[in-house]
């Protein structure tokens, strides 16, 4: 009985907090060059996208939310597999 966008949310809390942890691991081992200009627009659209998928959120059914996350969850894990078996 967890509300779906709570449920979403939470979700999407926990993806962006492991990305800190490896966007700082890569850092910390210098095998990420953060003086590109191009980090600084992904970190300004992560915020702004935050912003409107939440207000846009709360205009679209529950489930259909609950499918997108579905696909983009499955769609993350078979990248991983295929980076890590490359």
């Known amino acids: 009985n967890f509300?779906?966008?709570?449920?979403?949310?939470?979700?999407?809390?926990i993806l962006a907090?492991?990305?800190?942890?490896?966007?700082?691991?890569h850092y910390s081992k210098g095998s990420l060059d953060i003086?590109?200009?191009?980090?600084?627009y992904l970190g300004?659209?992560?915020i702004f996208g935050a912003q409107i998928g939440g207000?846009?959120?709360?205009?679209?059914?529950?489930?259909?939310?609950?499918?997108?996350?579905?696909v983009t969850i499955i769609l993350v894990g078979v990248r991983a597999f295929?980076?890590?078996f490359q």
Do not use: C
């Not at 003086?35 to 600084?40: D, E, G, I, K, L």
């Open 55 to 70: 207000r846009f959120s709360k205009k679209v059914n529950p489930e259909a939310i609950l499918r997108v996350l579905a």
């Open 3 to 13: 509300p779906i966008r709570m449920a979403t949310a939470t979700s999407q809390f």
């Open 35 to 40: 003086s590109q200009p191009f980090v600084a």
């Open 44 to 46: 300004m659209g992560m």
């Open 17 to 25: 907090i492991t990305s800190l942890a490896a966007v700082l691991q």
């Open 82 to 84: 295929y980076f890590y």
